[in-house]
């Protein structure tokens, strides 16, 4: 029977507690979008599968925990990532600030290739904006990575901003061997349900 994805790439996705990582991760998976607050506990993964460049990509996106008391636990899945998003609130600019800190956390834990992305969530609230586009385009060029504003509330970019993630990943793979991808440490998945789209290890 032929595979049913050419290539799987584990995604993370990091930031301040309450910018909206998992509401990311659920418009992504399931084209959802609730407004209450459940924060996360430890980590959690959903999967959506793309096309890209004619290629069936898996992507497991692994979500985690905001909080700085999940940080021993969350930062032991940098490591296996191939690629990593991060995440601040337009509305919230010490979640911005903080972006540094979540830099250096990628620096400190992440594999040295790791693609990084920066996103900017939550640009369907213009009136409370507190960070300026500008300044994120600018910490995003010093770093030598993307960024797009994105709402889960919305759906603006957000599909965007996974492929082109994605993507970013899948060319650099293909200079290094084809058919890599499976970073999910195995043990992981025996927690998942039998859909294999959400799984909770907090
Ligand atoms: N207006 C608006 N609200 C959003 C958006 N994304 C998330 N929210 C809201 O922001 C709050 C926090 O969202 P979460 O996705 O739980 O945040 P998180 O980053 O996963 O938080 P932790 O799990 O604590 O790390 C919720 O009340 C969401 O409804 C968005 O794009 N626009």
């Not at 021993?72 to 991060?86: F, N, V």
């Not at 509305?91 to 800190?101: M, Y």
């Not at 993307?146 to 990943?169: G, H, P, Y």
């Not at 290094?176 to 999910?184: D, I, K």
Request: aromatic share 8%.
């Amino acid at each position: 029977m032929a595979k049913a994805y050419d290539h799987l790439f584990k995604l993370l996705l990091i930031g301040d507690s309450g910018v909206g990582k998992t509401c990311l991760i659920i418009r992504f998976a399931e084209d959802n979008f609730n407004n209450t607050y459940i924060s996360t506990i430890g980590i959690d993964f959903k999967i959506r599968t793309v096309d890209i460049e004619g290629k069936k990509i898996k992507l497991q996106v692994w979500d985690t925990a905001g909080q700085e008391r999940f940080k021993t636990i969350t930062t032991a899945y940098y490591r296996g990532a191939m690629g990593i998003i991060l995440v601040y609130d337009i509305t919230d600019e010490k979640s911005f600030e903080n972006i540094q800190n979540w830099m250096k956390s990628i620096k400190e834990n992440a594999s040295a290739g790791v693609e990084r992305l920066l996103l900017g969530n939550k640009c369907d609230m213009e009136a409370k904006r507190k960070v300026q586009k500008e300044q994120a385009d600018k910490l995003a060029r010093e770093h030598g990575i993307r960024f797009f504003e994105t709402s889960a509330k919305s759906s603006m970019n957000v599909d965007e901003a996974f492929s082109s993630l994605a993507r970013d990943i899948l060319l650099k793979s293909g200079s290094r061997r084809s058919g890599n991808g499976n970073m999910a440490p195995s043990t992981d998945l025996k927690t998942c349900d039998k859909k294999n789209t959400k799984c909770s290890l907090g």
